[in-house]
């Protein structure tokens, strides 16, 4: 069993300052523990070294890709969150992370020995091992997911994935170029951004250079030489800049510190490929940080500066009245420099820069209690992702929203009480309502921003202020997520749509049924409780509701349900003829506006009036034809799809239907179509030119109908028109 003593190598160097990155290229395991007796208790350094023991004997035997022993990852990760400061039970579950999904200790084993908390610990970073899923995407999201539901209960566990994959970022050479690509890809789309969430930029930005590195290494390496070939001319103007700075702020009496900043090579191939710029646009900004005691001083470095060198108009922004969803707080400006060299300063207070870099990890650092702390800013974030969870169909949609949420906008606006609400840039008045609840997003029917009536597709700019309009009957709509960007937004209408097509399905599904046991001289209500309950089971059916979605979306035939609700055999539907009119004394009515699970077939498009039929479409229910349509095949071939359908007595709404209108080629002549068929109080949805011979036009018409009736009104109007020479409905 290895025990002590154990060498690691250490991680790049990185704030905040821990003694462990002056140890020489490999340290032992009990220099870790002595740094850790500089802020723990003996007793809670002893049993971390009892989890080291306990790990190092799980993992015994085990190497990792490089062919080092497995063990030296584990304490790598504890290493990386002791320069955090974190707490003695974050620091065991790190050391035992991959005890669960490595080895064959058991959760139970571990809650024995170090504790419930431990455990759960080491549980929300394991992997989902024991389910099979159809792809690798399903099984990363699933895992993602009961990760980030772990992170929700405690944000521990995001830290320690967050240190997990930063080890394993650093030792990625080990691994083949596909895997490489794949683990940088999903560090760069996942938990790069989950760092800058919580405000922990260090580990943002090495997070981010590993992953362009082995992702994208010949881009980096094209950047990485042009950036060192202006490196000798911007070293000596950043230094005069830095003069001036210091020399400006010490005339003035201000205590402070100036440095300028190195832009990281991903963050330059970003704002390029983001924002296409060219190279020496991106680098011909220079940043530098000016670090100060209190908030009011900011203030007047501020003034400083701008009169040292003149502001470029709009690229001030103050972050410290109103600061980033993840905590940061800055003051931020551009200004003109020497040889007319744009210069980007930030200024904040030494809490701000500890909070810039540490993030939430600044809880345990310092035991912040400012008022943009970013674990309570992080609480808030957490909340919408149990709402996410709680309205997404599956774990892949679940990280299609996070994905889009991981990304903070730069819009602030405000409510009509003065609340600021930070959103994505590029967000929508449908954003901000589904941002402030759940339910004034599933209402809103418009808004008003700045006191002027705007439509749901607005967007919105910083400063505005938003009141949502709501009506108590108004739901969402799924062209919403057309232009909707946050997460939260989009997880809230997909829930409603298919929450609506359920309840939808699960009366249809009740009504084909009931149609079907009719036949017997039954109905639901009528039948055995314990032959429907063995029939449930049968089936592996959670009830009977899930039993009648699944007709009405038809998965399962209904006349099929029927036979052995009632005790018939299990035999192919269609081995016996069957009487339609006798088998179907309550045909199914078909209303127009069936919703969801009724649909009406683009191929001949039906309207109220016309003789139809229907067939099952599996995951869509019931898809309606014209009985003539080709599409609908034959009765005999299909007739375990078929359903026997009509009109109710008076179909609601408005229905599709095409026409085809050859007309003389006249200018003008197609704006006196649509005028004669907009006067018969019809819509025209698109029409299309299909050929041009000689004198003649063909065009056909997509429009909105209420019935034959109103369709032959309108074919009748438009015949009399002199230029029109034929009109058919198609399909013929």
Partial sequence: MPADPLTVAPPVARAPESPLRAEPPRYLISDLCAYLESYLPPDQVREFYRAYLFGAEAHEGQKRKSGEPYIYHPVAVARILAEMRMDY?????????????????????????????????????SKLSQIDFDSRAEAQAASLQKMLLAMTRDIRVILIKLADRLHNMRTLDAMRPEACRRISRETLEIYAPIANRLGINWVRIELEELGFEHHWPWRRRIIHRAVRHTHGERVEMVGAVERALQEALAQEGI???????????????????????????????????????????????????????????????????????????????????????????QIRTEDMQRMAESGIAAHWLYKSGEEANPAALAADWLQNLLEMQREAGNSVEFLENVKVDLFPGEVYVFTPKGRIITLKRGAT???????????????????????????????????????????????????????????????GIRSYLKNLKQREALGLGKRLL?????????????????????YLDEAKLAGLDALLVDIGLGNRLAALVARRLVGGELEELGSEPRNEAKNHPNRLAIRGTEGMVVSFARCCRPIPGDTIAAQFSPGRGIVVHRSECRNLGSPERKRDRRLAVEWASEPEGEFSTEIRVEIGNRRGALAVVASAIAEQGSNIETVVSC?????????????????????????????????VERIIRLPR
């Fill in 691 to 723: 050929e041009k011979e000689g004198m003649t036009t063909a065009l056909e018409f997509v429009i909105l109908v209420r019935s034959r009736v109103h369709l032959a009104q309108i074919m009748r109007r438009l015949r009399h028109i002199p230029l």
């Fill in 89 to 125: 039970k974050c620091l065991m579950a790190a050391l035992l992370h991959d005890v669960i999904e490595d080895t064959d200790i058991a959760k139970a084993e571990v809650a024995a020995d170090f504790g419930d908390d431990v455990a759960e610990l080491v549980d929300g970073v």
């Fill in 429 to 491: 008045v449908v954003d901000f309502a589904f941002a402030i609840h759940s339910d004034i997003g599933n209402t809103c029917v418009a808004a008003r921003v700045d006191h002027r009536l705007v439509a749901l597709n607005t967007v919105l700019r910083s400063g505005q202020r938003v009141e949502i309009i709501n009506a108590p009957g108004a739901k969402p709509n799924a062209s919403w997520l057309n232009f909707v960007t946050t997460g939260k937004a989009r997880a």
């Fill in 514 to 534: 009931n149609a079907e046991l009719s036949v017997f001289d039954l109905d639901l209500d009528q039948l055995e409780t314990p032959r429907l309950a063995a």
């Fill in 255 to 345: 205590p402070g510190t100036v440095e300028g900043r190195r832009k990281h090579l991903y963050g330059i191939y970003r704002k390029m490929r983001d924002k296409h710029h060219p190279f020496e646009e991106v680098i011909d900004v220079s940043a530098f940080r000016v670090v100060v005691d209190r908030v009011d001083t900011c203030y007047r470095v501020l003034g400083v500066v701008h009169n040292l060198y003149k502001p470029v108009p709009g690229r001030f922004k103050d972050y410290i009245a109103i600061p980033k969803a993840n905590g940061y707080q800055s003051l931020h400006t551009v200004l003109v420099g020497p040889q007319g060299v744009q210069i980007e300063v």
